[in-house]
């Protein structure tokens, strides 16, 4: 599996954007997609996680509420809604596939996918 993120850009303070992480390959829906960002000088962090049928959603407890994610099997495609964004959102946001098509404690673990896309970098202006 390939994964391209893309989607990002630069939106004011309390803006919303949309970042899309397409799939090659025709077992997609097989595969758990998790989404990840890095900060300027800090370490990437979990941001949330669809199992492989899109009806489970795992989020990170900070990213709660502000940040959706979905995806369009049909489409190969998932996606990262982010509302009300702040200046500390500002990443590089980066897709990822596991293997295992459910989500869980587990989907925080960077080692548990085995596929990454590169990233997509979301700047939020003050």
């Known amino acids: 599996v390939q994964l391209q993120a893309s989607g990002g850009g630069l939106v004011q303070a309390g803006g919303s954007l949309r970042v899309s992480c397409a799939a090659s390959g025709r077992t997609f829906s097989r595969y758990a997609v998790g989404w990840f960002r890095q900060a300027p000088g800090r370490e990437r962090e979990f941001v949330g996680a669809?199992?492989?049928?899109?009806?489970?959603?795992y989020y990170s407890d900070s990213m709660k509420g502000r940040f959706t994610i979905s995806r369009d099997n049909v489409k190969n495609t998932s996606y990262l809604q982010m509302n009300s964004l702040k200046p500390e959102d500002t990443a590089v946001y980066y897709c990822a596939a596991d293997k295992t098509p459910g989500v869980g404690d587990g989907s925080q673990r960077e080692y548990e996918y085995d596929y990454w896309g590169h990233g997509t970098l979301v700047t939020v202006s003050s």
């Open positions: 669809i199992s492989g049928s899109g009806g489970l959603t």
